[in-house]
């Protein structure tokens, strides 16, 4: 056989097993399933129904490739980068939920009672109760309810007949901040109905929401957010998503807001020491420029040089003027009416000089040519001689003259250009530190305008657009309640009692210490088991087949006595002991009703009662008072003692009771008795003591050949299986086998025969056939 078809056939007969073991029970799954559908049901009546409010945003997160514009960002410079993760949990947040608690006035519950369950009000509320300060609850108010009526008409609110009017803050029955009751718009109650309202600490129906409340992203991948909400009121539901997406905007608006209020206070503060700084540098620069005469220092430089180099210009000037004069000096001086060359006056402006001595020249010319055609003392000689010497001097005092102005002017410009070459020598220091002056004044005013920048962006901040958070769906609710769900409620409620029942059945059986099943019998004791005898509720008067007439039982002797090979042809075993291991498993009920049965069958049965203690088969035959086995095997009578109740069965009661039974087995009488028994029937069947009393059963084991053990349902201890293993081993008894006896149906209904198995045969095939086993009966029955 392949491995499949083992396991197919082991997985069948653990079914076949279990259903075995379960099915006789199923009044009681059935009736427990009922009574679970009717709680279940109960129960159903009794919850208040819940819907299921759905809303989902989408977030711009910066991880998910999703990201506003550049320009909408420059609007709203402490706008955070938002991480779809961290949103979910902010938007979970129990400050989030308390500002939904507070603005929805969820702390107070209006509703009216009834026998079964409240009925709460939200929009139909007759009228909106208020907190003035939500944190505010007295939580150890010994109220738990407070009755109240509205008149619309007169616009009050009627507590312990004393009327409030609408909008008017009073105190709170229950303690703590003050309330007042505000019309819902909602007008169509009597004044005579009367409403319960109650008061909860806005952090305990804070906690409540949590729990109710799931916010996720619709998937890995996606930036959407689900919110989902489950209430007993529908539009409550879809208000708590709406107003949880309204509040999770305000707190962003707010915590941007407080951020930028935050940074307006320091830009301004900030502007304003920075000012002052500015204010400070701006007077230092100014007092640097009064004092040094620094007004632009590069132009200043370029002056500076520009004049040094005129100053130098105007000297070399000088210079040349004086070094014409001083030659024209020198001709004057050195010339002695002699005609010359007149030095050049470039660079001389003043035409006197000039004209001076082209005079003084053209006299020398004509006193040179006069003086070489007259004589010395020539008049004409001597009037040009008076003009010459009268010219020089002229000359002379002309060029003094301009020297000496010109040396004047000479020493002013070297002066001024010493002071010039002077203040470019110390140019440099002063650039330095104008500069570093100008560098403060530059940080600072860039610092300034950075802040000014910065101010207005913020000032811009307070108006964000929200375009990283955008609704796609408004709350709607589910049209049909999402809990209790009817068809889980109603399974639970059929399963729950079914495997309670299931648990109770087999607890039962596996915490009993006693043998329940056959599969005990051949797993533990490792002897096989000829079959099971059913559990027969008779008096003992009526235990014998003979008597009470069921075929049924009838049967199940004769299937055992066929697996013993003593009811067919053939060879058959002749001889068998019937023992147990303890006293009450029925061994002289089976060792009778064997005999009966063979007996009925037309063999020659021997009964023999060896059990001479108690004597169970001489009471079931009513011979307590015949002579029996103990007279014969003390004192080796005759066997025509023997009583034959019916035609075929002859029995050898136990006789007078003693308690040396082993003594009286080991003597050479019962080898007779047994010998000569032999001879005479064609079967016998000895009814021995428990094994575990006495050492009978192990004396006449070996007069036998075969030994059957009887194990009682119900009744026998588990433990004892190993010991008739030991026994069989230790003792040898011949060709041993079990009987299951008194096997009871198993199950809540008892009615028929039932198996170790689970089998059971119904009386009605049992009554069909009585007239059968009547007739066998009454045929070969025998007075005695």
């Known amino acids: 056989m392949s491995d499949f078809q083992t396991t197919n056939n082991r997985q069948q007969n653990l079914f076949h097993i279990i259903l075995q073991k379960f099915l006789p029970f199923w009044p009681l799954f059935v009736a427990l399933s009922i009574i679970g559908i009717i709680v279940a049901q109960f129960y159903i ?441 009817k068809s889980f409620i109603y399974l639970i409620g059929m399963l729950l009692p079914l495997g309670l029942g299931l648990v109770w059945v087999a607890g039962r059986e596996l915490l009993n210490t006693k043998i329940l099943f056959r599969s005990d019998l051949e797993m533990d004791a490792n002897i096989p088991v000829l079959g099971e005898l059913a559990y027969v509720d008779k008096s003992e008067g009526d235990l014998l087949v003979s008597q009470h007439k069921d075929l049924f039982i009838v049967d199940q002797f004769r299937r055992i006595l066929t697996d013993m090979q003593m009811y067919d042809g053939g060879e058959t075993i002749q001889t068998v002991m019937v023992t147990s291991s303890i006293a009450g498993e029925g061994k002289s009920y089976v060792s009778s009703n064997l005999a009966v049965t063979l007996a009925l069958s037309g063999k020659k049965t021997a009964l023999i009662d060896l059990d001479l203690r108690k004597a169970g088969v001489t009471q079931l035959f009513g011979l307590e008072n015949e002579i029996g086995m103990s007279e014969i095997l003390a004192n080796g009578s005759v066997l025509d003692f023997g009583e034959q109740k019916l035609a075929n069965l002859t029995i050898f009661p136990a006789g007078a009771k003693t308690l040396d039974s082993s003594n009286l087995l080991v003597n050479k009488n019962f080898k007779i008795f047994i010998s000569k028994i032999k001879e005479d029937f064609d079967a016998v069947i000895i009814d021995t003591p428990p094994t575990t009393l006495v050492t009978d059963a192990s004396i006449v084991a070996p007069y036998t050949e075969k030994t059957v053990i009887v194990v009682r349902h119900d009744y026998t201890p588990k433990f004892v299986l190993q010991h008739i293993g030991n026994i069989v081993q230790r003792k040898g008894f011949q060709n041993t086998s079990l009987i299951f006896n008194g096997v009871k149906t198993r199950g809540i209904v008892n009615k028929g025969y039932g198996y170790g198995y689970g089998y059971e045969y119904k009386n009605d095939v049992i009554e069909t056939n009585q007239s059968f086993i009547g007739g066998i009966l009454k045929k070969n029955s025998v007075k005695k």
């Open 45 to 485: 009546w009794n919850t208040v129904p819940k819907y299921e409010s759905s809303g989902a945003l989408i977030v711009n997160d910066e991880k998910k490739g999703v990201d506003q514009s550049q320009l909408m960002e420059s609007f709203n410079v402490f706008e955070s980068k938002k991480i779809v993760e961290n949103e979910i949990e902010v938007l979970k947040s129990k400050d989030v939920v308390e500002d939904v608690v507070n603005t929805l006035g969820l702390y107070s519950k209006i509703y009216t009672s009834s026998f079964f369950k409240d009925k709460v009000y939200f929009e139909d509320a007759p009228v909106k109760i208020v907190l003035m300060d939500p944190s505010d609850v007295n939580r150890d108010s010994d109220l738990n309810e407070v009755e109240f009526s509205v008149d619309y008409e007169k616009g009050q609110v009627f507590i312990d007949g004393e009327g409030i009017p609408f909008d008017t803050w009073v105190s709170n029955p229950f303690g703590g901040s003050v309330l007042k009751f505000l019309p819902n718009g909602y007008q169509k109650y009597d004044s005579d109905k009367v409403f319960k309202f109650q008061i909860k600490p806005s952090r305990v129906v804070v906690n409540q929401i949590v729990g109710d409340l799931y916010v996720g992203a619709a998937s890995k991948s996606a930036t959407v957010v689900k919110i989902l909400y489950v209430d007993p009121i529908p539009e409550r539901g879809n208000a708590v998503v709406d107003q949880l997406i309204e509040s999770y905007k305000k707190a962003t608006i707010n915590s941007q807001n407080s951020l930028a209020a935050n940074t307006l206070s320091f830009i301004d503060e900030r502007m304003e020491e920075v000012g002052k700084d500015l204010q400070e540098v701006e007077k230092d620069l100014e007092k640097y420029r009064s004092k040094e005469n620094v007004i632009n220092l590069g132009e200043q430089g370029n002056l500076y040089l520009q004049n040094v180099g005129d100053y130098d210009r105007q000297i070399g000037e000088i210079d040349l003027q004086l070094s014409v004069l001083n030659k024209v000096e020198r001709y004057v001086i050195s010339k002695n009416n002699n005609a010359g060359i007149v030095p050049s006056t470039l660079g001389v402006n003043d035409p006197i000089l000039g004209q001076l001595l082209q005079k003084l020249y053209d006299a020398e010319i004509e006193y040179g040519q006069l003086s070489k055609t007259t004589a010395e003392n020539n008049p004409l000689l001597t009037v040009v001689k008076n003009k010459i010497d009268n010219i020089r001097p002229s000359i002379l005092e002309n060029v003094r003259s301009q020297k000496s102005n010109l040396n004047a002017s000479r020493e002013s410009l070297t002066t001024n250009s010493g002071k010039y070459n002077e203040a470019l020598s110390v140019l440099p220091e002063q650039e330095r530190i104008f500069l570093e002056i100008n560098r403060r004044k530059k940080s600072i005013e860039d610092l300034y305008d950075f802040l000014v920048q910065k101010r207005e962006e913020t000032a811009l901040s307070y108006a964000p657009t929200l375009g990283n958070v955008r609704v796609i769906e408004k709350a709607e609710a589910s049209l049909r309640p999402v809990s209790p769900k």
